[in-house]
């Protein structure tokens, strides 16, 4: 069956450290994955999409990686705030296509 | 900044009614969303839709749910009869093309059906 996995364990992290989050799935083949965070009570805001073709991005502080033969993505926000603190979620669109599966989410605590 | 809007952002209903949930997706997109999110559990997609039909759906979209855009704004979803396990919140998203398939998603709508 099809799964898509992310840290089962909430990550707590000190302020100005790098935190790690790390999404894995099997009996995908996706072109692409994303990333989001969601806050409670509110939608998931996008942040970044990666394709298969790619083995890194980065937007500012945030940086993704890919690896098809794994089948893992790594998201890391580097130099992290309080105000990072947040649930993110990965994305990954079917085979079939325009169908879009999320992860369980990894809650990030920043500490001050 | 355009955003995705969607009313209302709290109902309650009792099981067995009908329940229409909107949502006015950014003006020039044209892919659109529905997803649910149980509380605590993760987000879970409905149904996509496309050129005035779905797109694609999953199991949990059955005969009880439906889909429409009435007009070339609004983008509703209709539960026929709900039941208690309907009750979570419900997410519109929209998205501009298949190019960069970035989806922007509205607050929600907290359906509670007692």
């Known amino acids: 069956s099809q799964k898509i996995e992310q840290n089962s364990e909430a990550l707590n992290i000190q302020e100005g450290k790098t935190a790690t989050l790390t999404c894995n799935y099997t009996?995908?083949?996706?072109?692409?994955l994303q990333w989001y965070r969601q806050d409670p009570g509110r939608g998931p805001v996008f942040l970044l999409l990666?394709?298969?073709?790619?083995k890194e991005k980065r937007k500012e502080r945030l940086k993704v990686t890919f690896d098809t033969t794994l089948k893992q993505s790594l998201f890391h926000i580097t130099a992290s705030q309080p105000a990072d603190s947040a649930t993110y979620l990965c994305?990954?669109?079917?085979?079939?296509?325009?169908?879009?599966?999320f992860g369980t989410g990894t809650s990030l605590t920043v500490i001050p | 900044e355009p955003e995705v809007t969607q009313t209302p952002s709290h109902q309650v209903t009792q099981m067995g009614q009908e329940v229409i949930l909107r949502c006015v997706p950014i003006?020039?997109?044209?892919?659109f969303y529905w997803y649910r999110q149980i509380l605590g559990q993760k987000v879970e997609f409905l149904v996509s839709?496309?050129?005035?039909?779905?797109?694609?759906k999953s199991e949990i979209f059955d005969d009880q749910f439906s889909v429409e855009r009435p007009d070339g704004s609004n983008f509703t979803l209709k539960i026929r009869s709900t039941k208690l396990e309907d009750s979570a919140m419900y997410f519109c998203?929209?998205?501009?093309?298949?190019?960069?398939?970035?989806?922007?998603f509205g607050p929600g709508t907290r359906l509670t059906v007692t």
């Open positions: 998203a929209s998205s501009r093309d298949r190019v960069s398939y970035e989806q922007y």
């Open positions: 009996n995908y083949s996706p072109a692409y």
């Open positions: 990666i394709r298969e073709n790619e």
């Open positions: 994305a990954l669109e079917a085979n079939t296509g325009n169908q879009f599966y």
């Open positions: 003006s020039n997109h044209l892919y």
């Open positions: 839709f496309y050129n005035n039909e779905i797109s694609e």
